[in-house]
């Protein structure tokens, strides 16, 4: 009540009406507006914080730049891989990948020089092509033959198949005693793949 009479005498003295109970309604609202704003800004700091929560949030800024580093350098190392995987899955399909012709012609040569070397006996010889899924390039060539030995050239036999520099992939081999003897009749199925291109028909 004090406070409204004094502002009612200043506004008196400055040739304001203070009959009108509007004008201190007004005059009032706007003290108390003034003095909302005045807190809200204590309470809210809209300017920035004091050194401590300026403090917390560099601590936490710089946890969060830690944190993408780290990221950062697990994605670099993960790309490096990928990289290295990719040159040297290059390098493995240009070593080891010919065309259907030539990779045919060398693992016959290889299967001939083998079997002679271990002491065993080429007989018939098929073979088989299949697409991989997923490829528009990449053959799997299937070689089905025949040997005939002892065990012992059997054994070595698939020792220096195992040692070839050829790529190529044992998937089955049977071997059946023959009557009357020592030897074997030996089907052997080898993989190998190949780069199907067009005009490299066999």
């Known amino acids: 009540m004090l406070k409204n009479f004094s502002l009612a005498r200043q506004l008196a003295l400055k040739g304001v009406p ?36 300026l403090m917390r949030e560099e601590q936490s800024l710089r946890r969060q730049l830690q944190d993408m580093q780290v990221r950062q350098a697990r994605s670099k190392a993960l790309v490096e891989k990928v990289q290295l995987a990719h040159a040297e899955g290059d390098q493995f399909l240009s070593k080891f990948v010919t065309d ?16 002679k070397e271990a002491g065993i006996k080429r007989r018939e010889a098929s073979l088989v092509i ?35 520099p050829r790529f190529l992939i044992i998937e089955n081999m049977v071997a059946a005693p023959q009557q009357g003897g020592q030897n074997l009749t030996i089907s052997l199925k080898l993989d190998a793949f190949v780069k199907e291109e067009p005009g490299n028909a066999l």
């Open 130 to 164: 299949d697409p991989i899924e997923g490829s528009d390039t990449l053959s799997m060539l299937t070689i089905t033959a025949g040997f005939e030995g002892t065990y012992a050239n059997l054994t070595k036999f698939v020792n220096l198949l195992d040692k070839s």
């Open 100 to 115: 259907l012709r030539t990779t045919s012609l060398l693992i016959e040569e290889e299967l001939n020089r083998t079997a």
């Open 18 to 53: 203070i009959k009108d109970p509007r004008v201190v309604v007004r005059a009032v609202l706007g003290v108390f507006l003034l003095a909302n704003l005045v807190a809200a800004i204590v309470a809210f700091k809209p300017f920035g914080g004091s050194a401590e929560d």
